[in-house]
């Protein structure tokens, strides 16, 4: 919640990052990943992309007086994209967080505790999707935060980028941004650490990576959890 004490390494990770330092893994990452001139530079202000902090999103708001862009992306795209990572699935930690279930889950504490006995995968990451989305379309409702779905931002990424930049009220030159698919191949595409990727592609690829049971599976879930709406099939 915000205001609350932190724990001194999320404190210390955090205000590194809101300064623009990096580890030395994040400076080989961004040689690896093609953007290492720009880790080098002097900002006024810096982008920190952290899918596994959104739900202490309000705390970071508070504490760095951050500007806070929720992306969300169809419950398949999801569970197919970290299911591979090897991401821990565990809901259990989550039920741990009193205030967290009294604040968004107490019609859904009971299920949550159902869900987090399953060992299906698919479950487990329709769950987790569940979660987090729950957290950011409440948060979202209650402040007015942005709110972006990734299918969009894939779709056309230069209207998508320039619109994003006026509704923050940064200045950007989206002329440099490139819309040139040059260097993407069928491993670039597949790498989960390239940005060598077909936007347009990336989307929908979830279709040809899961079955039809699975896609059940996860938006089955999703449904119970009264999010379905989002997705319509």
Known sequence: RPGAPAPSLVQLSGGQAFRGKQTPKQLLRSVYRGYWRSSFGRYDKVLVKDPTAVLMADWIE??????IVSIIRHPCGFASSILPLGWDLSLKRFLRQKHLVQDYFKEYENLLVRVSKVSDPWVKAGALWSVINTVVLQR????????????????????????????????????KISDSREGVTSSTANDAGSTARDSQQMASIWMSRMTDQQINTVMGVVSEFGLARYYPE
């Open 62 to 67: 508070h504490e760095y007086s951050a500007q």
């Open 140 to 175: 979202h409702k209650s402040n007015g935060r942005i709110i972006c779905k990734y299918e969009d931002l894939c779709e056309n990424p230069l209207s998508a980028m320039k619109e994003l930049t006026q509704m923050l009220k940064l200045e950007s030159d989206i002329s």
